[in-house]
T-cell receptor
Framework: EDKVVQSPLSLVVHEGDTVTLNCSYE??????LLWYKQEKKAPTFLFML????IEKKSGRLSSILDKKELFSILNITATQTGDSAIYLC??????????FGKGTKLTVNP | NAGVTQTPKFQVLKTGQSMTLQCAQD?????MSWYRQDPGMGLRLIHY???????DQGEVPNGYNVSRSTTEDFPLRLLSAAPSQTSVYFC?????????????FGEGSWLTVV
């Protein structure tokens, strides 16, 4: 059975801290891994990772995929209160399906 | 360009009632899907479609029906609502994952079954 496991499930930090969110996966016909940020409503896309070892960056956020060890990390540096959200990781498999993890709830306190 | 539009945003149903959650996209996307999100469970795939006339089951299809008569619309029908179907429902669309495109989510529909 396909599964995506995120850790930690919940994290509380102070503004300015650096955080690392983890995502491990066991997905048949794995194609790529996606990260989303979810605030009040719909998830918004952050990264899609297809190749191992290539870091993707967007401002203070970065992510990398390890296809040998079957995991990905999402780093957020110099966190701000606006980074508070649920971060979702999903594995894309063949047949157009996404398998989501349960998410990591990040709270950034001022 | 409205993106992915879901209606209604909020709905309360009595056990046993039926209803349809509407989803429309104006991006000419091939792929559309429905997810439900429950506390502590992440998003789980209910049904998906890779094009007009083609639908398939996801992880949690029981109690739900879908159809895809047009590229734009992908309604989700609850046949006989149960309290276990209380959840937030998200419709999503994409041109094609194989092209490396991302998936766009609607704003969500909050459903309560009493």
């Amino acid at each position: 059975e396909d599964k995506v496991v995120q850790s930690p499930l919940s994290l509380v930090v102070h503004e300015g801290d650096t955080v690392t969110l983890n995502c491990s996966y066991e997905v048949t016909n794995f194609r790529s891994l996606l990260w989303y940020k979810q605030e009040k409503k719909a998830p918004t896309f952050l990264f899609m990772l297809t190749s191992s070892g290539i870091e993707k960056k967007s401002g203070r956020l970065s992510s990398i995929l390890d296809k040998k060890e079957l995991f990905s990390i999402l780093n957020i540096t110099a966190t701000q209160t606006g980074d508070s959200a649920i971060y979702l990781c999903a594995g894309f498999k063949g047949s157009e399906k996404l398998v989501f993890g349960k998410g990591t709830k990040l709270t950034v306190n001022p | 360009n409205a993106g992915v539009t879901q209606t209604p945003k909020f709905q309360v149903l009595k056990t046993g009632q039926s209803m349809t959650l509407q989803c429309a996209q104006d991006m000419n996307h091939e792929y559309m899907s429905w997810y439900r999100q429950d506390p502590g469970m992440g998003l789980r795939l209910i049904h998906y479609s890779v094009g007009a006339g083609i639908t398939d089951q996801g992880e949690v299809p029981n109690g739900y029906n879908v159809s895809r008569s047009t590229t734009e619309d992908f309604p989700l029908r609850l046949l006989s609502a149960a309290p276990s179907q209380t959840s937030v429902y998200f419709c999503a669309s994409s041109y094609s994952f194989r092209a490396g495109n991302t998936i766009y989510f609607g704003e969500g529909s909050w459903l309560t079954v009493v």
